[in-house]
């Protein structure tokens, strides 16, 4: 009984650690996150250790099944690295709250009309008007000089009564004779027709905070910086969740991502674009071509080729809009199959445009894992 209890005196150590550090450390620290991804990146590695000296090299050459046993052992060595990864991002964490204050302090210290101007994309397709009228009535009513603000309705289905819509409340109507390259293209067709210096981009169905640009321009104040992106909270649970009644319970991959993976990312400076409820300078979109068109993940593409011109993406993790999250199973699966098609697509195009090795591995490995794995059967139809 007592050589068992001694076997399992390391397990009981761990569960130790983590019932009094982890679960009890607040998140938001470098140093207990250092501390864990440590103590699982070490536990992680006596694991492999023990694969190897116990269960591989001792096994012996029988033909087929040697090799066999080899093969896993590497598939399980290419996770364990893949692990590893993971765990160096999610060590470093950063609250850019704090900064936003002091810089927006300077930023709009100054003469209002110095200010720069902004430009508001919502690109719709086939929302309807109790979806659009929100998200328009919230981006007129951002807290900016109205002269310096401009709100533009990309609609690629050329509805006239949201024309007439747009026109009642103040908006400008946006169309144009196809729909090329989806959501990209649409967005390349309203950068003909603007010139704001600053271009913020709102799905059709989020709804943005009034003080948005307040806590966004001034990170511009860094002629570095080509976008800041925010996080996207919803008005409703999404159908998984619904359906297994853990809205109350358990998070889903979107507050993980945009609470806990998002703000880890930025420190190492390898934040992304998410599309929607972000602001990007023009002169750097300008300084790619536009919205690239290339892949229908538009978004993560923009981050990586200006990425490649010396732009990074600064991540605010602040509730900064709402919007409606996939309202059924259908809509949920095909968004993340979306997702996952481009992630793919990314992870093995992308390693001759990034601009360095380690970013290339971070934005295309930890990307595709945030929002990749969710719908990894989606791949495999492909």
Not at 16 to 37: E, K, M, Q, V
Not at 142 to 156: A, E, I, R, S, T
Not at 239 to 253: A, H, K, R, S, Y
Not at 348 to 364: D, G
């Amino acid at each position: 009984m007592v050589q068992y209890l001694i076997a399992l005196a390391p397990t009981f150590l761990v569960l130790a650690f983590f019932l009094l550090g982890p679960f009890n450390w607040s998140r938001n620290h470098s140093w207990t996150r250092a501390i864990t991804c440590a103590v699982v990146g070490a536990i992680g590695l006596r694991y492999i250790l023990w694969r190897l000296f116990e269960t591989v090299l001792p096994y012996p050459n029988d033909g087929p099944n040697f090799y066999w046993v080899w093969f896993l052992f590497i598939v399980e060595i290419l996770a364990f690295f893949e692990v590893v990864l993971f765990l160096v991002l999610m060590s470093r964490y950063v609250d850019r709250s704090a900064e936003a204050d002091r810089l927006a302090r300077d930023f709009f210290r100054g003469d209002e009309h110095e200010l720069p101007t902004v430009d508001v994309f919502i690109p719709t397709y086939n929302e309807p008007l109790d979806v659009l009228e929100r998200t328009i009535i919230g981006a007129l009513a951002l807290d900016y000089p109205q002269d310096k603000l401009k709100v533009y309705v990309l609609d690629d289905q050329r509805r006239d009564w949201l024309k007439a819509y747009c026109k009642e409340r103040g908006a400008i109507h946006v169309t144009r004779p196809d729909n090329s390259h989806a959501k990209a293209g649409n967005m390349n067709n309203g950068l003909k027709v603007s010139s704001g210096d600053f271009i913020a981009i709102f799905d059709a169905d989020f709804v943005p905070y009034r003080h948005f640009l307040r806590r966004t321009l001034p990170f511009f104040s860094d002629a570095t910086i080509g976008i800041v992106q925010t996080p996207q909270h919803f008005f409703n649970t999404d159908p998984v969740q619904t359906n297994l009644g853990l809205e109350n319970i358990w998070p889903d991959e979107q507050r993980l991502f945009f609470d806990e993976i998002a703000p880890s990312r930025d420190i190492w400076d390898v934040s992304f674009c998410c599309g929607s409820c972000s602001i990007s300078r023009r002169k750097a979109i300008d300084a790619i071509g536009g919205f690239p068109t290339e892949s229908i993940t538009e978004d993560l593409l923009t981050t990586l080729s200006m990425l490649n011109k010396g732009y990074k993406t600064r991540y605010l993790n602040e509730r900064l809009s709402m919007g409606l999250a996939a309202e059924n199973l259908t809509g949920y699966f095909v968004q993340r199959e979306r997702w996952c098609q481009g992630e793919f697509k990314h992870s093995i195009f992308t390693m001759a445009r990034c601009a360095a090795l380690v970013s290339h591995f971070f934005n295309a490995s930890c990307s595709f894992r945030c929002r990749g794995w969710s719908s990894i059967w989606c791949a495999l139809r492909y």
